[in-house]
């Protein structure tokens, strides 16, 4: 059968459609909750601390998001928690949803195209997961500098912009896995179940199977420095496949701008380095790059798989 007309017509009509359920469902009331007592909880923390023991200092946008005060952990803990729980809430019933509801048929009847329906249902959790996302972000900011007093800088609103769009991206890893095991599980429950054991795994077991991989692939034989330096290097390249790892790495980057170096640094390498002293905003860019290309990537994939997969599918009357 040849296709006629544009394999997205419909696309943003789907798009559209998701946007307005995901807006206006119970499951965002619950989320915008979440977000908000997160936001407050961490504008507490961040202003409190800030105000007791930083005196001056050129960032404190950025500290707004780093600082903590026991019990409650600082606004990148948070939002490294909450971001994969909204993506996976946003993601695990798009596409088993529409077949429990015996609605793929209707839909699919019309002219649009499964291209087009896929398309829309990942581009519309993308959307909603970059405005919870961005709202949260907005009302730490604006909130801690309401009650510091203080403007930012240019650099540090870039450096703030670039961390938000890490956590899209990283969101977006998530979204897409909940899309893939949408189509893979017709259960909703069973979609949600798996999304949340895979990204427990990455979170508290992943870096414990790269060590003991790398312990494998590159065990230290005679203690050398080239054997100790060689198995680091391998650890840390099989704990980079976890988004974990990557955003992680991003966010200690661009919210700390005394970080100068991602991977293992030798003595030698120091030479000439002003410890302590922050790095400008396009070298932290070049340096957290590879890490934001992954992550990007990744949810390429993530989409590309689950297109596959979805194409594949038999869809009944």
């Known amino acids: 059968m040849n296709r006629e007309g544009s394999p997205w017509q419909g696309m943003w009509t789907v798009m559209a459609k998701e946007i307005a359920d995901h807006l206006t469902g119970a499951r965002m009331r619950i989320l915008e909750l979440l977000g908000f007592l997160t936001a407050i909880g961490a504008v507490y923390a961040a202003v409190t601390t800030i105000k007791t023991t930083i005196g001056e200092d050129p960032f404190l946008l950025?500290?707004?998001?780093?600082?903590s005060k026991d019990p409650l952990p600082a606004f990148?803990?948070?939002?490294?928690?909450?971001?994969?729980?909204?993506?996976?809430?946003?993601?695990?019933?798009?596409?088993?949803?529409?077949?429990?509801?015996?609605?793929?048929?209707?839909?699919?009847?019309?002219?649009?195209?499964?291209?087009?329906?896929?398309?829309?249902?990942?581009?519309?959790?993308?959307?909603?997961?970059?405005?919870?996302?961005?709202?949260?972000?907005?009302?730490?900011?604006?909130?801690?500098?309401?009650?510091?007093?203080?403007?930012?800088?240019g650099e540090e609103v870039a450096r703030g912009l670039v961390f938000l769009v890490a956590t899209i991206a990283y969101g977006g890893v998530w979204l897409g896995l909940a899309i893939v095991f949408s189509v893979v599980f017709r259960q909703p429950a069973t979609a949600a179940l798996a999304s949340i054991a895979v990204w427990l795994f990455f979170t508290a077991f992943w870096s414990i199977v790269a060590e003991l991989l790398a312990q494998s692939l590159s065990p230290v034989r005679f203690g050398y420095t080239e054997e100790l330096v060689r198995q680091a290097e391998v650890s840390m390249g099989l704990?980079?496949?976890?988004?974990?790892?990557?955003?992680?790495?991003?966010?200690?980057?661009?919210?700390?701008?005394?970080?100068?170096?991602?991977?293992?640094?030798?003595?030698?390498?120091?030479?000439?380095?002003?410890?302590?002293?922050?790095?400008?905003?396009?070298?932290?860019?070049?340096?957290?790059?590879?890490?934001?290309?992954?992550l990007i990537a990744a949810v390429i994939l993530l989409f590309v798989a689950a297109y596959v997969l979805f194409q594949r599918q038999e869809v009944r009357a």
């Open 62 to 67: 950025l500290r707004l998001f780093t600082t």
């Open 239 to 294: 704990a980079r496949l976890s988004p974990n790892t990557l955003y992680t790495e991003i966010v200690v980057t661009m919210l700390n701008p005394g970080v100068r170096s991602l991977g293992i640094v030798l003595p030698s390498q120091l030479s000439g380095a002003v410890l302590g002293s922050p790095l400008p905003l396009t070298q932290s860019l070049v340096l957290i790059w590879p890490e934001l290309t992954g």
């Open 76 to 153: 990148v803990a948070f939002l490294a928690f909450l971001t994969p729980l909204v993506a996976i809430a946003l993601g695990f019933d798009s596409v088993n949803g529409e077949f429990n509801r015996r609605t793929m048929s209707r839909v699919l009847a019309q002219p649009i195209y499964r291209d087009a329906l896929l398309a829309g249902k990942y581009l519309a959790g993308l959307v909603t997961l970059s405005i919870v996302m961005t709202a949260i972000w907005l009302l730490v900011a604006g909130s801690g500098l309401i009650l510091l007093g203080v403007a930012p800088s």
